[in-house]
């Protein structure tokens, strides 16, 4: 793929594109995704030790490369990457073509505050590095917590608990950007109706991981 070369003039325009990519700028962003992201998003993984899920959907799933890694990871699950944006469930496809082909692996497009998808369908769901987009948010976690079996897991992996330095450069750069301490996401799980939260941090990073399980009730 051909790049274009980021400029001061399309710089904002091309980081609105970590909202949701379009055009060649977001195929460029989903790319650069894949790469940035992965440390963060590894280290959320890590946190997910002694789950074992057999169905997972992966919301927000950028360029694929999480799904990839759901599927290494739980190797009899089958995992369902979901993102309302058309070039990233095309790139999330074509990083997990042999999965998909297999049927493990499913790549949808869909809006995460409207789910087309039945109750209780996941035993984990995750978010790596998008919630910062998701309308409500209450509205997209009640969701989330709906297509979740009882016992189910949503974790949410964040590489900023709102307080760093940098942040406010991208809440100027990126429209409707809204940084979440792991405090607020667990005030806002818990109000949805996830009857445990757990946070784990990463402090030299001020990365965060909050996981809501829902209730068997």
């Not at 700028?25 to 992201?37: C, F, I, P, R, T």
């Not at 769901?125 to 976690?141: C, I, K, L, M, R």
């Not at 405090?183 to 809501?212: D, H, T």
Request: charged share 25%; with cysteine.
């Amino acid at each position: 793929m051909e790049k274009v070369e980021v400029s001061e003039e399309n710089l904002k325009e091309y980081y609105n594109n970590t909202r949701k990519p379009v055009g060649i700028l977001g195929k460029q962003m989903v790319e650069e995704m894949n790469s940035a992201h992965a440390a963060v998003s590894d280290w959320g993984l890590e946190q997910l030790r002694g789950i074992s899920p057999k169905r997972i959907i992966d919301i927000g799933c950028g360029g694929g490369r999480n799904v990839g890694r759901l599927l290494e990871i739980y190797a009899s699950a089958e995992v369902t990457g979901l993102d309302y944006s058309s070039v990233s469930t095309e790139k999330t496809e074509e990083v997990n073509q042999a999965a998909v082909a297999q049927g493990r692996c499913t790549v949808v497009q869909g809006d995460v505050s409207q789910l087309q998808i039945p109750d209780g369908s996941y035993d984990l769901a995750t978010a790596f590095e998008t919630v910062y987009f998701w309308p409500g948010p209450q509205v997209s976690f009640q969701e989330v917590y709906r297509i979740l079996k009882p016992g189910g897991t949503f974790a949410i992996v964040n590489d900023t608990d709102g307080t760093k330095e940098i942040d406010k450069k991208w809440m100027e750069l990126i429209s409707g950007m809204n940084l979440y301490s792991e405090y607020e996401l667990q005030c806002y799980l818990l109000e949805v109706g996830f009857s445990e939260v757990e946070i784990r941090k990463e402090p030299a990073n001020q990365w965060i991981c909050v996981m809501g399980k829902k209730g068997n009730g």
